[in-house]
């Protein structure tokens, strides 16, 4: 069993940073795949960002490409999102993913991930 628990959304203008947090139970984090997936009010959840499992390789959506960053610290189990330069379509709820099966990077789709924590709000203003 692995919990997440994502913190660090809020209200930002346009133009603005926000960092999320992912911190993670379980003792075998190094091994799982992470990600984070956004979901906004009406739309399907998308695939924002994933990080291999040393942290060595990660991969974006284009839509937050050069914007956001995903860096991970496998001593501390915790994912981290630095998000900047925000624009109002980055507004959703933003949760954290854990896969724990996968053997190749990266993975894209939602079904590959097991765990998902709670989601945090994310609203920029223009």
């Known amino acids: 069993q692995v919990q997440l628990v994502e913190s660090g959304g809020g209200l930002v203008q346009a133009g603005g940073s926000l960092r999320l947090s992912c911190a993670a139970s379980?003792?075998?984090?190094?091994?799982?795949?992470m990600g984070w997936f956004r979901q906004a009010p009406g739309k399907e959840r998308e695939f924002v960002a994933a990080?291999?499992?040393?942290?060595?390789?990660?991969y974006y959506a284009d839509s937050v490409k050069g914007r956001f960053t995903l860096s991970r610290d496998n001593i501390k189990n915790t994912v981290f999102l630095q998000m900047n330069s925000l624009k109002p379509e980055d507004s959703a709820v933003y949760y954290c993913a854990a896969d724990i099966h996968s053997s190749v990077f990266p993975s894209l789709s939602h079904v590959e991930y097991s765990y998902w924590g709670q989601g945090t709000q994310v609203t920029v203003s223009s």
């Open positions: 379980g003792r075998t984090f190094s091994s799982y795949v």
């Open positions: 990080i291999s499992w040393s942290g060595g390789n990660t």
